[in-house]
């Protein structure tokens, strides 16, 4: 009855004005790199579907689906069966998206509805492999396929895993649409779909500012309907400890700011890698050290150095002191620790801006550069310290991610640590990739998503434009690439502003990290985006708006 | 702990001292003096005593248990000059006000009820809790008065529609900056969400929706109202000939028809001004504004017009000649915007209208108040000076387009804004009314506008309330918005932060 293309009409109904914008001062600052594209509002042939997925097969033959008669249900032959409470939350959770809450059930004796317009009635989910892996975490090698038909009678999702059918249950809920009365209805549909990269992450920075966990749990819930599956906590750093350690609780009570107000407890760690979990999403935390590591030396006496002027010591201290062997002792236990809180394999462990001034001060140091033979190369003796460090953490059988800095000053690396680049300019952060991607090691990108930084105008556009993989190497090369991070920094971002920041802006980069390669209309993501932020907004994600329209349901807190 | 210089914009004459008062929440009173014009009954102050217990007394629930029986009991009297209870906040409105704190009791004067609202403001604001969570005041002697009589937000409900709810919350937050006047700018091409009672095609078909996505009167009153209990005028903008589009779905033959050759395009431009139909639908829409809105300003935009439709349309060069306007376009909009003005005039309404119409047609009534929006500081100070040389009343809202983001404390330059500083005379400076704060509505709704908004608008507050020289360093007020920042945080407005640190109370949304 409604083909796909009156479907997105209805749904969103956008009311672009390409008219001037108004009051545009001479002075406001331009766009630097390439102009926005002016964009024609009209719908998508693909409606809605954010990120698009890989195929895509619709059909203009519409079934109606009412909250009275659909459910959601394991298929005969699937592998999960009730007992997969991550698939049974996901169902309920897809219901009340699709539906908006419980709706009244049928009186008993009124049988199906009688025969009408046609009728979608359920929606079978099929775990196919042996392993769901109802139980398990997430993982960067976790089949996240899926296949979904949406026909009559029934429509099947079929996934190998239990990530994928979560995937399949998003893109089912944004296949569904309403009529022109109100009627929810859903096209005849067949999608084949797989991510293009494993690792497609979101950082937030809990150091600078403090997240309450609510906030944290709402983005992991939104990272989920943007098939974003990594959440990158960076969670200390210079300016706060808020991670409440068991084995050294006074990092978090000297150096959060505050000890019980602006902390995480293990139980809130817990909830937050639960939550994530049930969404197929792995949560990487990131201890950053040597260098960003200020609020640590408050709760733990002689694990930063302490800088000297002149003579004497001046009172502030530096980075984490390389030459003690109780920082490594301290180093040890802590990421014991870590390593059986954070159950994903890999753990960040940053490496990032060390400022050498501090070191070069201490006589101490220079003392222990002498002995090992460093000269006066400082960046020696920080790749003494990360290699120190990562034998540590290889004993707690986790993998590591380290931000570009440690490969970049040659420390010797496990073959599969993730090189993850975030500096430079196009060209530099290119040339990055392909060095590091030549050098055999599996790397991911963030530079040109550091989302934090923010212009006036249309933005998404040059976050969505990147692509991980646009740099002068071989296949071989291409293949290290595992994927990418949206950062978004904390200097000026906290539960008051962070969420309309962070979405629909971080949606551009899910899109380029989940669809094909070829998904570059700018234009047609344009269209399926605005309606994607508005059904954001409908489930009550208060996503910014990409330019002058409206939403049938707007924002409705303040 | 406590500093006077908490109080956001800093009052313009005070003292304080380190002795401080004990406040008890049950037992803090408010009260009129005797001498006072407006006695209990008075809707503004009944209205702002209720208001300000729980933002004096932020963790006050009623439900502990009676403590500090042994405290003194703490009184707030008001006394104003003015019984003024009934009235709207107008252009002359004094907002001055004296506050005089000392044991057990503080004296809050003012010659209206705006100022003593103001001052409760201040007296919120000087009150702050120790560790304990116990509420003190110190000592403190403070007069205080406006900078600018005119110190204004504009929201944008065209571009997208911002909710009641948000547009209420954001009266409550100007109020906490002493901000006075709302501009509402509320249509423009992408929609019409005003609901007419005269003409209600206007947003029957002009609206993004026409049953969600309007104004009704009742909810137009409901701002009125709200605004006017904090001291705040809401100053409606009509925004014509250009910005129009949405105007034209529901008022045919409003718009010009252009013209691609010698047909009709399809497509319109802005209010055709040949038409008599015209002066008589803006004479009707405008005569119930100006009963709708009860200030004595009316905002008639008048900027960017667009003049290649009207030069396509044979019939708009056929009034050009009749006119005698020879090809000069301006000319035709001078003489729409006069019209326009002079139906206001005749309303008893003061017309606002931005810079453009003063660019391109100089001779305006005297009265009219100018606008200006564009350009460089170099050029805004040129505009300052050339617009009171002519002795017309000016705002300036160039330097607080606040809608423009970019990275980092952008509030620094809003901060530093000198809005007197341009060559001219004592009389000239004085023709300066104030500033306004722009929210242009393009990338914001109401997922982003208060953060976006706050406290960044709170630099330019201080601005037009304070004296320039006590407030000329902005370093000196970083700590001092930060601080106010984590206030509005506490009120429950979602105040973005300035830098890297925390509140004691966090936003508890998402």
């Not at chain 1, 139980?135 to 999702?157: K, R």
């Not at chain 2, 304080?16 to 102050?45: D, H, K, M, T, W």
Request: proline share 6%.
């Amino acid at each position: 009855m409604t083909s796909p293309l009156q479907l997105a009409l209805l749904l969103l109904a956008l009311g672009f004005s390409r008219g001037l914008q108004h009051h545009y001062p001479d002075q406001a600052d331009q766009v630097d790199g390439e102009a926005e594209l002016e964009l024609v509002a009209e719908p998508s042939k693909f409606g809605s579907l954010w990120p698009l997925p890989q195929k895509v097969k619709l059909s203009a033959v519409s079934l109606k689906l009412t909250g009275v008669s659909f459910q959601i249900a394991d298929a005969k032959g699937s592998s999960a069966g009730s007992g997969c409470s991550l698939l049974q939350d996901a169902y309920r959770r897809y219901y009340e998206y699709v539906f908006g809450g419980a709706k009244r059930q049928q009186q008993p004796g009124k049988g199906r509805r009688a025969a009408g317009p046609a009728v979608l009635t359920e929606l079978q989910v099929w775990i196919t492999s042996p392993d769901p892996e109802c139980d398990g975490y997430p993982g960067v090698a976790s089949d996240e396929s899926y296949e979904l038909t949406v026909d009559q009678p029934y429509a099947v999702l079929k996934a190998p895993k239990v990530w994928g059918a979560l995937h399949g249950l998003e893109t089912f809920s944004q296949l569904v649409y309403e009529d022109e009365y109100g009627v929810k209805s859903i096209n005849s549909t067949t999608i084949s779909d797989f991510p293009r990269f494993a690792h497609r992450g979101i950082l937030l920075d809990s150091a600078r500012h403090f997240l309450p966990i609510k906030v944290i749990l709402a983005n992991l819930e939104t990272m989920a309907m943007n098939k974003l599956n990594v959440f990158h906590w960076h969670i200390t750093d210079d300016q706060s400890f808020p991670y409440l350690s068991r084995t050294f609780p006074q990092l978090s009570q000297q150096g959060a700011y505050h000890p019980y107000t602006h902390v995480y407890t293990p139980a809130d760690v817990k909830m937050v890698v639960e939550f994530g979990r049930l969404r197929g999403i792995r949560v990487i935390p990131e201890f950053d050290t040597p260098g960003h590591t200020q609020s640590w030396g408050k709760g733990q006496t002689d694990l930063l150095t302490p800088c000297y002027s002149g003579s004497k010591p001046s009172g502030s201290f530096g980075p984490v002191n390389p030459i003690l062997n109780t920082t490594y002792d301290f180093m040890s236990q802590f990421f014991k620790e870590i390593s059986t809180v954070f159950p994903d394999a890999y753990v960040h462990l940053g490496g990032d801006e060390v400022d050498f001034s501090c070191w070069k001060s201490n006589p101490d140091i220079q003392t222990f550069m002498d002995q090992q033979g460093f000269g006066k190369d400082f960046s020696k003796l920080e790749s003494f310290y990360i290699q120190k460090l990562l034998n540590i953490v290889a004993t707690t059988q986790k993998g590591y991610m380290i931000w570009q800095e440690v490969f970049d000053n040659g420390v010797q690396l496990k073959p599969d640590t993730l090189i993850h680049v975030w500096k430079g300019n196009k060209e530099q952060y290119q040339s990055e990739m392909a060095n590091v991607t030549s050098a055999g090691f599996q790397t991911l990108l963030s530079t040109p998503w550091y989302l934090n930084r923010i212009s006036y105008g249309q933005d998404w556009q040059g976050h969505y434009r990147a692509d991980p993989q646009d740099f002068k190497g071989t296949e071989e090369q291409k293949k290290l690439v595992i994927g990418g991070e949206a950062c978004l920094w904390g200097e000026y971002v906290d539960a008051t502003n962070l969420t309309p920041r962070l979405w629909p802006r971080a949606s551009a980069v899910a899109e380029r990290l989940w669809s094909a390669a070829d998904v570059t209309d700018i234009n047609d993501a344009f269209n399926r985006l605005s309606v994607h932020r508005c059904r954001m907004v409908a489930r009550g994600i208060p996503a910014q708006p990409l330019f002058s329209s409206y939403c049938p349901r707007e924002y409705k807190g303040v | 702990m406590y500093s006077l210089e908490g109080v956001w914009p800093l009052p313009q004459i005070f003292t304080s001292s380190i002795e401080r008062y004990p406040l008890n929440p049950q037992a803090f009173y408010f009260g009129y003096g005797r001498q006072s014009a407006a006695q209990f009954g008075c809707s503004v102050l009944d209205a702002a005593f209720i208001r300000y217990y729980s933002l004096i007394f932020p963790d006050y629930t009623g439900n502990g248990v009676l403590r500090f029986l042994e405290d003194k009991p703490f009184h707030i009297e008001i006394n104003v000059d003015h019984d003024d209870c009934e009235s709207y906040p107008h252009e002359d409105s004094s907002e001055k006000y004296n506050l005089s704190v000392s044991a057990g009791k503080a004296s809050l004067n003012a010659e209206t009820v705006w100022g003593a609202v103001r001052g409760l403001e201040t007296f919120s604001q000087l009150v702050y809790q120790d560790d304990f969570g116990s509420y003190f005041v110190n000592q403190t002697e403070i007069d205080d008065f406006p900078r600018f009589p005119f110190r204004g937000i504009l929201l944008d409900t065209s571009r997208h529609f911002i909710p009641v709810h948000a547009i209420l919350k954001t009266l409550d937050a100007m109020a906490y900056s002493k901000f006075n006047v709302f501009h509402w700018h509320i249509v423009d091409d992408p929609s019409f969400p005003y609901q007419s009672q005269t003409f209600p095609d206007l947003s029957r078909k002009g609206a993004f929706h026409p049953m969600t996505h309007i104004y009704t009167q009742s909810d137009v009153r409901r701002v009125i109202s709200h605004a006017r209990l904090r001291g705040i005028r809401v100053l409606p903008e009509f925004d014509s000939p250009g910005h129009t589009k949405s105007w034209g779905k529901g008022q045919s033959d409003l718009l010009t028809p252009c013209y691609s050759g010698s047909t009709p395009s399809g497509a319109f431009g802005p209010v055709n001004p040949a038409l008599p139909s015209t002066y008589q639908f803006m004479a009707t829409l405008l005569k119930e504004v100006s009963s709708v809105f009860p200030d004595s300003y009316i905002h008639l935009g008048g900027d960017e017009v667009n003049f290649s439709c009207w030069k396509s349309n044979p019939d708009v060069r056929a009034f050009m000649q009749k006119m005698g306007f020879g090809v000069d376009f301006t000319k035709l909009e001078a003489f729409y915007m006069e019209n326009i003005v002079n139906i206001t005039t005749f309303l008893n309404k003061t017309a606002i209208v931005w810079q453009d119409v003063f660019d391109y047609h100089e001779l305006i009534p005297k009265d009219t108040v100018l606008h200006i929006w564009k350009g460089s500081p170099a050029n805004y100070r040129k505009e300052l000076s050339r617009m009171t040389k002519a002795g017309m009343r000016v705002l300036l809202a160039a330097p607080w387009y606040i809608n423009h983001i970019s990275y980092g404390q952008d509030w620094r330059n809003y901060y530093t804004v000198q809005p007197l500083n341009f060559s001219g005379t004592a009389e000239q400076k004085k023709l300066v009314i104030g500033g306004e704060v722009c929210m242009w509505g393009e990338y914001v709704d109401a997922t982003n506008l208060t953060p976006r908004l706050w406290p960044r608008a709170s630099a330019a507050a201080e601005r037009l309330w304070s004296d320039e020289k006590q407030t000329s360093s902005v370093d000196k007020a970083f700590p001092r918005l930060q601080d106010f920042r984590c206030k509005l945080v506490r009120r429950g407005i979602r105040a973005e932060p300035l830098y890297v640190g925390h509140c004691k109370h966090e936003y508890q949304g998402v």
